[in-house]
């Protein structure tokens, strides 16, 4: 079973500002099969990455991903306000797909 | 507009079953493989398992937290996935998620509670 390790756990930020979110696996994820998605509360996830780099549709331009191999990472380019909410990536290379353990992004 | 419609949740003692059931529209359901993954109240989300399509051979996995206690099925005459949960534990207590392949699109969830 591949771990995903996210850090860091909580990242205090102020709108405009740039983030930087990272996921790192166990082993190698395969084929970079990793996903990010945004969930707010009292909401379902939402896909907002897959293949590590590619921006699902509805996705803003503001979100990148990017890495390879057990090292990955979201950039969030100027935070907006709607941004604040808490991030997992998950790896679907191979079963069981796991994900790591969120972080959550916060006003501060 | 694709959907996913969760029901079957509710309060069951520990060492009960419960059947979960997904209901999607809006894609073709029999070639889609379809996913379960839940969140405990305050924690973050745990993949359950998967179902592919029946011309990927139809073939499940299942996480080993609830390996041989949960089974994956689905009915593609019906558009609908199914998460039968047998020996139920207190952690199973949880919001669980239909979601379409790995996490394209989730449904809103239901909430399964396990308590005596």
């Known amino acids: 079973e591949i771990l995903l390790a996210q850090s860091p756990g909580t990242l205090s930020m102020s709108p405009g500002e740039r983030g930087t979110l990272s996921c790192r696996a166990s082993?190698?994820?395969?084929?970079?099969?990793l996903a990010w998605y945004q969930q707010k509360p009292g909401q379902a996830p939402r896909l907002l990455i897959y293949?590590?780099?590619n921006r699902a549709t509805g996705t803003p331009d503001r979100f990148s991903g990017s890495g390879s191999g057990t090292d990955f990472t979201l950039t969030i380019s100027r935070l907006e306000p709607e941004d604040f909410a808490v991030y997992y990536c998950?790896?679907?290379?191979?079963?069981?797909?796991?994900f790591g353990p969120g972080t959550k992004v916060d006003i501060k | 507009e694709v959907q996913l419609v969760e029901s079957g949740g509710g309060l069951v003692k520990p060492g009960g079953s419960l059947r979960l059931s997904c209901a999607g529209s809006?894609?073709?359901?029999?070639?889609?493989?379809m996913t379960w993954v839940r969140q405990s109240p305050g924690k973050g989300l745990e993949w359950v398992g998967r179902?592919?399509?029946?011309?990927?051979?139809?073939?499940?996995d299942h996480a080993a937290p609830v390996k041989g206690r949960f089974t994956i099925s689905r009915d593609d005459s019906k558009n609908t996935l199914y998460l039968q949960m047998n020996s139920l534990k207190t952690e199973d207590t949880a919001l669980y998620y239909c979601?379409?392949?790995?996490?394209?699109?989730w449904g809103q969830g239901t909430t399964v509670t396990v308590s005596s």
């Open positions: 979601v379409l392949y790995y996490g394209h699109v």
């Open positions: 809006g894609f073709t359901f029999s070639n889609a493989w």
């Open positions: 179902i592919k399509s029946k011309t990927e051979g139809g073939t499940t």
């Open positions: 082993q190698s994820v395969s084929s970079n099969y």
């Open positions: 293949a590590a780099s």
């Open positions: 998950q790896q679907y290379g191979s079963s069981p797909f796991t």
